[in-house]
């Protein structure tokens, strides 16, 4: 089983619609939580960390459930430019502050 | 205030030729990681460096690969005798502990021929 799992993709949907990722860890110690963004042939960056109590941005609402080990991530109002690869995160703190990336999820926003 | 920045952007080697690839982090951000991306593959970690120290390597190949990070200077990732399955794309990040946001740089995109 892989440490961090993610929704397979690619999700394709037009714009204004409403989508929602998926991820599951598998290491109960892990602490922190994070959603990065990949475009192609770029780096990731940083698209919001995730909190026990769910966090909010503008069109983009981050949840964690502890107890089932599960991050979510929910799109609203989709627009072109969130066309990306979304990328599950997770650090665990062992003498360091390792981080496990997920495989991503490809999103697809269509005119 | 300058991002973390990495040279080459693009390197060409042959098999069994040495790359280097060079990672300056972000000013003031003393810890470094080194992940690798294959085509259409997630990120893997490779390596994770305070300076002048190893924190954890667990994901660093246990041959020609080896990893720095001197007191002056930037982070050194060193690839000997490449072979054609280390094409990738390596990027760096870094990050200001108690700060838990990684930063990263454009990345190296290895060809090895």
């Known amino acids: 089983r892989k440490e961090v799992e993610q929704d397979p993709g690619p999700f394709n949907v037009p714009e204004g619609a409403t989508v929602a990722f998926n991820c599951t860890y598998s290491?109960?110690?892990?602490?922190?939580f994070f959603w990065y963004r990949q475009d192609c042939r770029k780096e990731p960056k940083l698209l919001m960390s995730?909190?026990?109590s769910g966090n909010e941005d503008g069109r983009f609402t981050a949840q964690l459930n502890r107890a089932s080990q599960y991050i979510s991530l929910l799109i609203r109002d989709s627009k072109l430019s969130d066309s990306a690869t979304y990328l599950c995160?997770?650090?665990?703190?062992?003498?360091?502050?390792?981080?496990?990336f997920g495989a991503g999820t490809r999103l697809f926003v269509k005119a | 205030n300058a991002g973390v920045m990495q040279n080459p952007r693009h390197l060409v080697r042959r098999r069994g030729q040495e790359a280097r690839l060079r990672c300056s982090p972000m000013?003031?951000?003393?810890?470094v990681y080194w992940y690798r991306q294959l085509p259409e593959e997630g990120l893997k970690f490779m390596v994770y460096?305070?300076?002048?120290?190893?924190?954890?390597e667990s994901g660093m190949p246990k041959e020609r690969f080896s990893a720095e990070f001197p007191k002056e200077g930037p982070s050194i990732l060193r690839i000997q005798q490449v072979v054609r399955g280390d094409s990738a794309a390596y990027f760096c990040?870094?990050?200001?502990?108690?700060?838990?946001?990684?930063?990263f740089g454009p990345g190296t995109r290895l060809l090895v021929l």
């Open positions: 460096l305070q300076k002048e120290n190893i924190i954890d």
């Open positions: 995730v909190y026990s």
């Open positions: 000013k003031g951000h003393s810890h």
């Open positions: 290491n109960s110690a892990s602490q922190s």
């Open positions: 995160v997770v650090a665990v703190r062992t003498g360091g502050f390792k981080t496990i």
């Open positions: 990040a870094s990050r200001d502990p108690p700060m838990e946001t990684q930063y």
